[in-house]
């Protein structure tokens, strides 16, 4: 809105607590983007009120797709789904003044880059490992910024040419579970057709889509769902 300025800006994985009625409260954890704003102390000008800024806000929103979790007379919390990632937006007033903090959290996991090492160590202690491999959505084409873990996989295999491993690809069950094995197995075989490229021996490699067949999380939750998309790289004898 006009003459605001602002006062201070945080980007990190954090988590974020928000309001779903007038005393319930939920968060999630993800990428959180707060941006703090103020308005001049200048009588010149002419001071918004607090509803006019929530509108303003709940207008924004809602053009982009928002779906209304609360709103108060000091606060609001929506849902948003974009580009296929969903997002949790706050807006929280000062107490009596116009003064704000808009939150913006991009809801994810932690993403931890695994090592070829420690590739090694879970297939050698438990025999397989889940990987948090990212595709394009509903496509089998690896996003760039998960080509470090398949680089990974392809230094384990590299540094000993006598381990063999089955690829695997899991969904959770959003949609038709045909669908979703298909995908699966798509998924898996480009992660199996990434490391013959970068020269690993066919032999030593297979693959298979499970879909949404073996679940390790509850698939009602947003959390969970996120946990049973993944790829394991099982170790075969």
């Not at 939920?26 to 707060?34: F, N, Q, Y």
């Not at 102390?41 to 924004?60: C, F, G, T, V, W």
């Not at 032999?203 to 394991?232: C, H, I, M, Y």
Request: contains cysteine.
């Amino acid at each position: 809105m006009p003459n605001f300025f602002i006062t201070g800006c945080s980007q990190n994985f954090n988590k974020l607590e928000y309001y779903i009625s007038d005393e319930g409260t939920d968060s999630k954890e993800g990428d959180l983007t707060v941006i703090s704003y103020s308005f001049p102390d200048d009588n010149s000008l002419k001071m918004p009120s607090q509803l006019q800024i929530l509108r303003n806000y709940e207008n924004a929103i809602i053009k982009l797709g928002g779906k209304k979790i609360w709103v108060g007379d000091q606060y609001l919390s929506y849902s948003l789904k974009k580009n296929s990632k969903d997002y949790i937006i706050s807006v929280a007033m000062g107490n009596g003044n116009i003064a704000h903090d808009l939150s913006v959290l991009e809801i994810s996991q932690m993403k931890q880059e695994v090592t070829a090492n420690e590739m090694l160590d879970a297939l050698n202690k438990d025999g397989f490992i889940a990987l948090n491999i990212l595709f394009e959505t509903g496509k089998s084409a690896i996003q760039e910024e998960s080509l470090p873990v398949v680089d990974q996989i392809f230094e384990l295999l590299k540094s000993d040419p006598a381990i063999k491993i089955s690829i695997e690809g899991h969904t959770d069950n959003v949609g038709d579970a045909a669908t979703n094995k298909k995908l699966s197995t798509d998924r898996a075989k480009s992660v199996m057709d990434a490391l013959v490229s970068k020269g690993i021996d066919k032999t030593r490699l297979s693959f298979v889509g499970w879909g949404q067949e073996k679940p390790v999380a509850d698939n009602r939750t947003d959390e969970g769902r996120s946990k049973n998309r993944r790829v394991e790289i099982v170790k075969k004898p």
